[in-house]
């Protein structure tokens, strides 16, 4: 379709920051470039509008006056190809959230409305070779799922409207299939079942006396999908002699129920867990992951997985206020060679900035601030980078129930449905190979964070109002899980053709699973449908009643007067066949390295801290924000300079109030290399050490656990997986702090053709602790000269696993373990101690140990420190080296005023600790061992191996000083 | 007048509503949020208010630009309204994307037009490092027009934006906001002089440049947050220094309702 096209420049005499970010990326992906690179926007509007208005509008609104030029092209007006010159368009289909925002602006500026598009394009030198440039835009600027590269010149014109939808409602023939068939079936329609899950189907349709129609069959695969029903986890495990019916159950909620704190509200029933928060609020929590969709494209994988999981908040009960967000990313190293990078996988370092990019833009724009995160590094994370996002929020007491009721209106409130995220839930419940790039572009999301907070403001105001007797989010399987769920028990009949659509073309069943992003459906008595509508009106965003609810039992779907499914509830809910895994677990063959003393213990630590496990995440940090709403109490980056680490974040989540949430996780993905009950106690360990070091109440916190795993088709994976649960949940116990919500991610294996990479088996534990005060809690930099500093804690022979090794190329055996008995007090006593404000900072000990962790307080202090190894509470003679950098958990490092030491020691009688040191203003860190200084460095080496690592753009180091 | 009433503007991908709210009230106004989809079906109501607040977020995605999308609906449907509540003694306050959205909106700075028509002046632009930032400054006022702002005050609070280089249309229409009191606050480095240097100036804006004020005196535009710096315990460093009886932020609050009070 022709269209205008009008090209909007920086003048040629200012810098253009977006061309300068486009020439690092050519650069990184090989081009050797002489001249620099200038951006462009194109903006395509409708061939209708007249040239008048074109111009007006280009002036107004396209460029802006001081700093842009634009050229304009006419409908029909060829454009010209410029030798170097590059353009990334969107393909049809795909969300353009600018493109609506111009027609917008089109008609307050009182023109007609008329259809618009937009794409990018650069000017990159026209010495470049053709075929080069085309190769080398097409992975560092654009992403070939979602977009096409063109060295053509500007686009002819706006992309052709969508086909005609097909109607049919498609009965799939199954009845008559053998199990060769019912497996091809379910392979080619990319619905993720197994034989066994196939002839279930069959057997029923059978009974039916008919064929599924192709929406049922579709409903019935989301349904059960892995992702959605946690087949492995919830069904029967042969582990030995043993049958385990339900390991979620069994060891997971066991814990919690068992436990049976007063604090939990509503538990693992729920999109989140809900504990209580004040007399007037809970506060509810989770943590997803969205790893495929992230491997795949990482900036909207991770974009729609923060999308994804706000949704899950709001959804929570009548729907929950999100108030901070989460997230965590394990990649491959980000040195790693590029012809080390299988083929299909995209190099690490591309994609960290995708998903930091991805987090930024939808996180932000919601308003929500990013507080809390981490980063781990493993090589074998190259094909199946984890993208765990979380989010908190707030709800009324008296908002936690919910419960549609027959006659209620189901209502859509949200974005557009498009043919985006088709299979999803399918999709990421199989492996990743080396050509799902293109055979599951679908399954990309495509974000648009503006719509999805107009859809919250617009849930929140309809809850407050009492408009809705349930809430739920669309997010896997899209309306068929929500509707599907809400259904569960009752019935509901669906009018598919009221369905707001992003363009023409899609089939009934596409519209009912696809998983375009920002929608939320909400069951309105009939009385208060027209209130809910208006609300939707006022805040800008649709509003659309889809159907009903019904005493049916069955799920009844139709397009007009068609019908396209009328299934039984109770079969798709119930009747998905037992699920049944080997499992045995062999205890990995590990070995302690032989490795000769360390010589030079000063540079060690100087490694560790550089180390991508250890170092500055600032990078990351800044590109989040994590002040908005008002609420921060205890930032990421902490000290003098706001650049030291935070073991947690604390916040004040009410404005009125100073009650605040103290948030922090633990993960380490290299204990589970040796150890994955030794990963897994650790995780909870770390967490909850994390929790206790900035102030939080370890006797009010709340856990999650969020697995990430591989084919647990594989039997000893899946031992693995129950050994992990096992050891978790044996320190969860101990440490009374329930699970309230949980999430699973199996099958994360990358089938490189010649080899399979599986992640390493890992669980993170994110805690979550109610505070009365956030006035109470500390920080890790040291805060005065003269002070003394305390380990707590017992330090081991256990460097099994550490960066230490790591930094010496090895893994070792001699892996952590945690005394759970022993590490409750030791949390208590510290936490006690902190409460009794006897304490000015405080970090625990992770990666890097002792030192590393020292040496974090003097760089968030910018003060010196001198420390003695040999008073340090040891279990056995160990060396200055094992002292320095052993990983043992239960640990904490204290500053402490000289006139508090006895408050201290009256706080941690029982516990085992010593003082080690003092804070000074020396300017250097000093580590002596058997009256020996073993290590001499200087505070300003400190932080610049701590920082240099991860500063992608060389901007946080130079802020060093 | 005992209570100075504040229009919090709403609109969608704005998102610091609440907090401004929280910060007017705590200051001794009060606030009504209003959807800019009221204002501009009725932009009479704006006579209602003594001060307008646009607070920060990211108004219709930012599409286009940043404010972009929102400065066009404000000038093409509440123009004249919006002028004749200045001129007549309102106050406005834009912070962040607000200060985005009047800039290209033309209510800020008003330093070269006939002051009856709204036209754009200066434009902020991506950051040098081209992404968005989150991190806390040091601001001080400059000698200055606005009616509410002293020379040589000192505020700490977050910045959080990626559109913050502050362009004028030419060097010498920077030097002459400079000059003639246009410019209100600047980032400072220890030494508490202006400056165009990283991180300090977190966009590494020409001159320092972080707030303007109009040929009024009764329009603040402004980058970093001071609807951040609010409570106490949002001050970075009192873990160190002890807590403050206030936060550096609600200065600018508390100055604009004793100002709009006293009109």
């Not at chain 1, 992230?294 to 949704?311: D, H, K, L």
């Not at chain 1, 930099?781 to 090895?810: H, M, P, Q």
Request: aromatic share 6%.
């Amino acid at each position: 379709m022709d269209a205008w096209r009008v090209e909007v420049r920086v003048r040629e005499d200012l810098p253009d920051p977006a061309g300068d970010a486009a020439r690092h990326a050519l650069t990184a992906a090989g081009l050797e470039l002489s001249a620099p690179v200038r951006s462009h926007r194109g903006y395509l509007l409708g061939a209708d509008l007249g040239e008048d208005d074109v111009r007006r509008f280009t002036s107004s609104v396209l460029a802006d006056p001081i700093c842009e030029t634009a050229t304009i092209l006419a409908p029909g007006e060829a454009g010209t190809a410029t030798p170097g010159e590059v353009r990334v368009v969107p393909r049809p289909g795909v969300t353009d959230n600018v493109a609506h925002s111009v027609q917008k602006a089109l008609v307050d500026s009182g023109m007609p409305e008329v259809m618009a598009g937009t794409y990018r394009g650069f000017r990159v030198g026209d010495d470049i070779d053709p075929g080069a440039l085309r190769n080398a835009a097409a992975t560092a600027l654009a992403n070939d799922v979602i977009q096409d590269v063109t060295l053509d010149g500007p686009p002819a014109g706006l992309p052709g409207a969508g086909g005609a939808p097909d109607l049919d409602p498609h009965e799939i023939v199954i009845r008559s299939l053998d199990d060769a068939a019912l497996e091809e079936l379910s392979k080619t329609a990319c619905l993720a079942l197994t034989v066994r899950e196939m002839r279930t189907i069959q057997t029923h349709y059978e009974e039916a006396g008919r064929e599924p129609t192709q929406s049922e069959l579709e409903t019935i695969a989301q349904t059960w999908s892995e992702h959605c029903k946690h087949k492995t986890l919830t069904g029967k495990i042969r582990f030995g002699d043993e049958i385990i019916d339900n390991l979620l159950k069994s060891e997971i909620a066991r814990v919690t129920n068992e436990l049976d704190r007063d604090f939990c509200v509503s538990v693992f029933v729920d999109n989140a867990g809900v504990i209580t928060f004040d007399d007037e609020d809970c506060v509810c929590i989770k943590v997803e992951t969205h790893n495929h969709p992230s491997a795949i494209e990482p900036f909207g994988g991770a974009g729609t997985g923060v999308g994804g999981v706000i949704r899950d908040v709001l959804g929570t009960g009548l729907a929950a206020r999100p108030v901070a967000s989460t997230d965590i990313f394990c990649v491959a190293p980000l040195d790693m060679k590029h012809e080390d990078v299988p083929e299909g996988c995209m190099h690490p370092q591309r994609i960290l900035r995708g998903v930091v990019a991805g987090v930024r833009d939808y996180g932000n724009p919601m308003g929500i601030p990013t507080v809390h995160g981490a980063v781990h590094f493993d090589e074998d994370f190259v094909g199946n980078p984890l993208v765990y996002v979380g989010n908190v929020g707030v709800i009324p007491r008296n908002k936690v129930a919910k419960k549609p009721n027959p006659g209620d209106a189901i209502v859509s409130i949200g974005g557009r449905t498009g043919r985006d995220g088709i299979h999803g839930a399918t999709f990421s419940s199989l492996e990743l190979h080396t050509e799902s790039e293109s055979v599951s572009s679908g399954a990309v999301q495509i974000g648009d964070p503006i719509t999805e907070r107009k859809a919250m403001d617009a849930v929140l105001r309809g809850r407050d109002e009492g408009l809705f007797s349930a809430v739920t989010d669309c997010g896997a399987g899209g309306y068929s899980s929500a509707v599907g769920e809400m259904a569960e028990g009752l019935g509901a009949t669906v009018q598919l053709e009221t369905v707001p659509l992003k363009y023409e073309g899609l089939a009934p069943w596409e519209i009912w699973i696809s998983e375009a992003q920002e929608r939320m459906v909400v069951a309105v008595p009939q009385e208060h449908v027209a209130r809910v509508l208006e609300i939707c009106d006022e805040e800008d965003v649709e509003g659309t009643v889809l159907g009903h609810f019904e005493d049916t039992g069955r799920l009844v779907l139709k397009y007009g007067d068609v019908v396209h499914g009328d299934m039984d509830l109770a079969f798709l809910h119930d009747g998905l066949p037992e699920f049944e895994r080997e499992a045995h677990f062999v205890a990995k063959s590990v070995a302690e390295p032989n490795l000769p003393a360390e010589t030079d213990h000063g540079q060690a630590l100087l490694n560790v801290l550089a180390d991508p496990n250890v170092a500055s995440k600032e990078w990351i940090v800044r590109q989040y924000d994590h002040e908005v709403q008002a609420g921060s109490a205890g930032k990421p980056l902490v000290g003098v300079r706001n650049d030291g680490p935070a073991d947690a974040a604390v916040i004040a989540p009410k404005l009125n109030s100073e009650r605040g949430i103290v948030l922090s996780s633990g993960l380490n993905p290299r204990y589970s290399r040796i150890d994955p009950a030794a990963m897994a106690e650790c995780a909870i360990d770390e967490a909850m050490r994390n929790i206790v070091a900035a102030g939080g109440d370890p006797e009010h916190t709340a856990v999650l656990d969020n697995y990430c795993w591989g084919n647990c088709a594989d039997p000893q994976r899946l031992g693995e997986l129950v050994v992990a649960t096992r050891a978790l949940c044996h320190v969860a116990e101990t440490y009374r702090t329930p699970f309230v919500s949980g999430k699973d991610s199996l099958n994360n294996e990358f089938n490189a053709g010649d080899r399979t990479i599986s992640i390493p088996g890992c669980i993170l534990v994110t805690a979550m602790s109610v505070i009365p005060d956030v006035k109470r809690t500390i920080t890790t930099d040291f805060k005065t000269a003269g002070n003394k500093i305390a380990v707590i804690g017992v330090t081991k022979r256990e460097l099994g696993g550490s960066v230490y090794w790591k930094t010496r190329g090895e893994l070792g055996a001699c892996v952590p373990r945690v005394d759970a008995e022993s590490g409750k007090e030791i949390l208590d006593s510290t936490a006690r101690a902190i409460a009794s404000h006897a304490i000015v900072s405080c970090h625990d000990l992770s990666e890097g140990g002792l030192a590393a962790a020292a040496a974090e307080m003097s760089i968030g202090g910018r003060l010196g420190c001198k420390v003695d190894l040999g008073a340090v509470v040891a279990d056995d003679a160990l060396s200055a080296e094992e002292l320095m950098f052993s990983e043992s958990q239960s640990r904490f490092l204290i500053e402490v005023p000289p006139d508090k030491v006895e408050d201290v020691e009256a706080n941690l009688f029982g516990v085992a600790f010593s003082w080690i040191g003092e804070v000074d203003d020396s300017n250097t860190l000093t580590f002596d061992h058997g009256g020996q200084t073993v290590a001499d460095i200087r505070l300003a080496d400190c932080v610049h191996a701590f920082k240099h690592t991860l500063d992608l753009d060389g901007t946080m180091t130079e802020a060093t000083r | 007048m005992s209570q100075p009433k504040v229009l919090i503007l709403r609109a969608p991908g704005i998102n610091c509503e609440r907090e401004t709210f929280d910060a007017f009230e705590r200051a001794g106004a009060s606030c009504e949020h209003l959807h800019v989809k009221k204002l501009v079906a009725d932009p009479t109501q704006l006579e209602k208010f003594d001060i307008l607040s646009v607070p920060g977020g990211f108004a219709y995605g930012d599409d286009i630009a940043a404010g972009r999308v929102l400065a066009n609906e404000l000038r093409q449907r509440a123009g004249d309204q919006l002028l004749q509540f200045i001129d007549r003694g309102g106050l406005a306050l834009g912070i962040c994307n607000g200060f985005q959205v009047l800039v290209r909106l033309g209510l800020l700075p008003r330093a070269s037009t006939d002051g009856k028509t709204l036209e754009q002046e200066v434009t902020l632009s991506h950051n040098l490092s081209d992404h968005y930032e989150c991190r806390w400054v040091t601001m001080k006022t400059l000698p200055n027009r606005c009616v509410f702002l002293d020379e040589g005050l000192t505020i700490q609070c977050p910045a959080a934006h990626g559109e913050g280089y502050l362009q004028p249309k030419t060097p010498e229409f920077g030097r002459m906001l400079r000059d003639e009191g246009f410019a209100t606050f600047v980032y400072v480095d220890e030494g508490g002089d202006a400056t165009t240097t990283y991180p300090e100036n977190p966009n590494g804006s020409p001159l320092g440049l972080a707030g303007l004020t109009d040929v009024t005196g009764r329009v603040l535009g402004l980058m970093p947050h001071p609807d951040r710096a609010y409570r106490p315990f949002h001050m970075p460093a009192w873990r160190r220094s002890g807590l403050p009886a206030n936060a550096d932020g609600m200065m600018v609050f508390e100055r604009m309702v004793r100002e709009a009070r006293g009109a």
